[in-house]
């Protein structure tokens, strides 16, 4: 057998291209709140994810909630009352496992600064059951003493050459008064650039960004200083979204901001979903389902408004994206979210430096824990541990190679390290038109979807490959990794025993799995009819 393959790669008689194919997919993926990861089954699921799906960070909410024990201004009460301290101190032993854990895994956090702890608040519990305290601080030096504390203890447990490869991400939503923050646009920007100035006064290497806005809109809404409702009924009300000009939050403020102060800005975050929310007319809010393109239309803007900016070189990182901001989406748990994913993402890959997925688990308890095992959560695998069809998806993007040989509207063939070649295809049903899957109140909803059509062929012949290579193809599709219609077909149970669960783990992994060897004259043939939403992944030798 020969010892290289014979002969350039060509795909379908002509050569293939060889540009760059970023894995933005895996740089980062989200969680709920950092005393969630102090549980042995997110650690699991995480340890899951970094060695399946290739997650390079992770970022989460309440770094500094009161139920990490980090700011100190008493030394606790119990039965009696709390003995106040003569001035706070700052204690990191559960900040230490969480880190501990995720660096154990072969990951790094992608450090979102926040929420304030409790004594630092000027507005206390202002979102989800846990008590979310997010309000401007009542003093900014000692806010910037707890980062500077904080951050001086990560450099003096890890090294700062590990510290530096960290972003730090100054807060959370902030223009989502009042839940994720109860001050103005410019009291956020006093707090961005108290942290910038904090962190960079450490080491000017360590690598800060913000805003972290949520979603873009099509009107006026975050605008001015506070979220203004009352301009979003044409958004609510118009017969097409898509057809309205959206953009970004707060990102050109922010540079705006910073280029007049001279401030370090070395990332843009903002989060992306094309599924959001308007209030109408009467003050109701409607559910607004965008087409099928807006991630890469909204990722494109992006990157042209920082072309253009005092900051040209900042990095673009979208810290939150999936198909609709609701933990209570049952679009979540099907196959028709896990074949919008890759279309989406595929889409994407050379206008971001990171899309985080939100979120990797249904360990997740912004609502509270969810009612039954399959309730609609963000996560790719669910509280359970039961991978759902969205983990599959993304493990299959995982498996590609860092080189792009051929992209379609239907897929990507990716070129690997090992003169191999790595694939995914899709059926986005051609009935969709424009639209993307939307959202869905049940699971019946949902499945609608399944009307769509037609079958898809994927029919592409690759030259230049090593002869007698085995290639392993994986298949997701309505009938083969399509668990919660397993859970569906079992009655639902809200309590799934030991044994359902064990058996739904086998049916979420039971994908359709063949093979496909190359001839003895070093051509793959691809030569496949897949069924409406089905996504396909061809694994080189090597990742197998």
């Not at 506070?226 to 958004?235: L, N, R």
């Not at 190679?401 to 090992?418: C, H, K, P, W, Y």
């Amino acid at each position: 057998m020969p010892t290289a393959p014979p002969q350039a790669l060509h795909i379908d008689g002509s050569p293939s291209a060889d540009t760059p194919l970023r894995h933005i997919w895996s740089e980062c993926i989200g969680a709920g709140r950092a005393n969630e990861a102090l549980r042995a089954d997110w650690q699991s699921q995480f340890r899951d994810v970094v060695q399946t799906l290739g997650a390079r960070h992770v970022r989460f909410h309440g770094l500094f909630h009161d139920d990490m024990f980090v700011y100190r201004t008493s030394n606790g009460g119990g039965f009696g009352p709390a003995t106040p301290l003569e001035k706070p101190v700052y204690t990191f032993a559960y900040i230490d496992k969480v880190f501990d854990a995720i660096l154990d895994c072969g990951a790094r956090p992608f450090v979102e600064l926040g929420f304030m702890p409790r004594e630092l608040a000027t507005q206390t519990e202002t979102v989800f059951w846990w008590g979310a305290h997010c309000s401007p601080p009542k003093d900014m030096q000692a806010w910037t003493d707890l980062v500077t504390a904080t951050v001086q203890h990560w450099i003096d447990r890890y090294g700062i050459d590990e510290v530096r490869t960290w972003p730090f991400e100054v807060w959370n939503e902030p223009n989502l008064v009042p839940h994720f923050w109860t001050g103005t646009r410019a009291q956020y920007f006093e707090l961005y650039e108290a942290t910038a100035l904090a962190l960079k006064a450490i080491d000017d290497a360590l690598i800060v960004g913000g805003p972290s806005s949520s979603v873009f809109v099509p009107d006026a809404r975050y605008d001015g200083e506070y979220h203004d409702k009352t301009v979003e009924a044409p958004t609510a009300e118009a017969l097409d979204p898509s057809d309205l000009p959206w953009k970004p939050v707060w990102i050109s403020e922010l540079m705006d901001y910073c280029a007049a102060r001279d401030l370090p800005l070395d990332f843009l975050s903002t989060h992306l979903y094309p599924t959001d929310y308007a209030f109408d007319t009467q003050g109701v809010g409607r559910s607004i389902s965008r087409d099928r393109d807006a991630t890469r239309k909204d990722l494109e803007l992006l990157q042209a408004l920082i072309a253009e900016s005092p900051y040209p070189d900042a990095a673009i990182h979208i810290t939150e994206w999936s198909t609709s901001p609701s933990s209570r989406d049952r679009m979540h748990d099907t196959v028709f979210a896990a074949t919008y994913i890759v279309r989406a993402l595929l889409q994407s890959h050379d206008v971001a430096d990171s899309i985080s997925y939100w979120t990797f688990t249904d360990i997740f308890e912004e609502g509270g824990g969810g009612i039954g095992p399959f309730h609609g959560g963000f996560g790719l695998i669910n509280e359970q541990g039961i991978h759902k069809p969205t983990f599959h998806a993304m493990a299959m993007l995982g498996r590609l190679g860092d080189r792009v040989a051929l992209q379609t509207e239907n897929g990507i063939i990716s070129r690997t390290a090992e003169d191999a070649v790595a694939a995914v295809f899709f059926n986005y049903p051609d009935s969709m038109g424009s639209r993307s899957v939307g959202d869905a109140a049940s699971h019946q909803q949902a499945h609608r979807l399944a009307e769509e059509g037609p079958a898809r062929r994927i029919n592409h012949r690759i030259t230049g490959l090593m002869p007698g290579d085995v290639y392993q193809v994986e298949t997701l599709d309505l009938e083969h990794g399509n668990v919660v219609g397993a859970w569906q077909r079992r009655g639902e149970p809200l309590n799934p025993t030991r044994e359902d669960t064990a058996e739904l783990m086998r049916i979420a992994d039971d994908l359709d799995r063949s093979t496909l060897v190359v001839d003895h004259n070093g051509t793959l043939t691809v030569d496949v009819t897949l069924p409406p939403w089905a996504v396909m992944s061809i694994a080189a030798p090597s990742t197998t």
